[in-house]
């Protein structure tokens, strides 16, 4: 019988199914092995242990929740859009879920907890980058704000963490995009609304 060949994203394809499906604390390299159809041996030649390998699951959900949607950037949305449009697209791929992710990974041992962290790392940095180049890119924000605790390098790690916070806690994002319009927006509008005032013809009423 032929030797079967799988390369690692068939491995990783599979992993990301089982961890949709079951939960990524009930990922295992015999599960993998069993349903790619190979030998639990030919696991460990592409993933030394089974916290690599849950690292990669992990990656390859970040890789199809945000990256593309982070790497997509629409030169005509708002800094505020973008936002919302990162904490939509990665609630729509946790929704896909049969379990919760979040919760799973609370459960997980040190040795993969810590391999998240390694992955997690550049991921996260690759999305506060997008963050810092719409900022600085929204023609709307009003530059003198952004100084000190709204400084692009401390406001859009904030902004990140907040995303995550609320999916933690399976609430909105609603306060943050209000405090953000509010902060970074107000002053332009207030200028509009005096504007607008200004301009307005008065009405003569008679004594």
């Known amino acids: 019988m032929p030797k079967q060949v799988i390369d690692k994203d068939k491995l990783i394809d599979q992993a990301y199914l089982i961890a949709a499906r079951e939960g990524i604390s009930a990922l295992s390299v015999r599960k993998v092995a ?7 041996g030919s696991v460990y030649m592409y993933f030394s242990t089974k916290a690599d390998l849950t690292a990669a699951v992990f990656t390859r959900f970040f890789g199809q929740a945000l990256f593309e949607e982070c790497c997509r950037v629409d030169g005509s949305e708002s800094f505020v859009d973008y936002v919302r449009k990162l904490r939509g ?3 729509e791929a946790l929704a896909q879920m049969d379990v919760d992710w979040f919760a799973e990974m609370r459960r997980l041992p040190r040795s993969e907890h810590e391999a998240l ?31 000190g605790a709204l400084s692009p390098d401390k406001l859009c790690p904030f902004v990140l963490g907040a995303i995550f916070t609320s999916l933690m806690e399976g609430s909105d994002c609603e306060p943050l995009f209000a405090l953000l319009n509010t ?3 107000e002053a332009l509008a207030e200028s509009r609304a005096s504007e607008s005032v200004a301009a307005a013809p008065i009405e003569k009423k008679d004594c």
Do not use: K, N, W
């Open 34 to 40: 069993t349903a790619c159809g190979i030998a639990v």
């Open 89 to 91: 697209a990665l609630g």
């Open 117 to 147: 962290e390694a992955a997690r790392g550049p991921m996260f940095a690759h999305m506060e980058q997008g963050f810092q180049h719409v900022l600085e890119a929204d023609p709307a924000v009003v530059r003198s704000r952004l100084v």
């Open 183 to 185: 902060s970074l927006y």
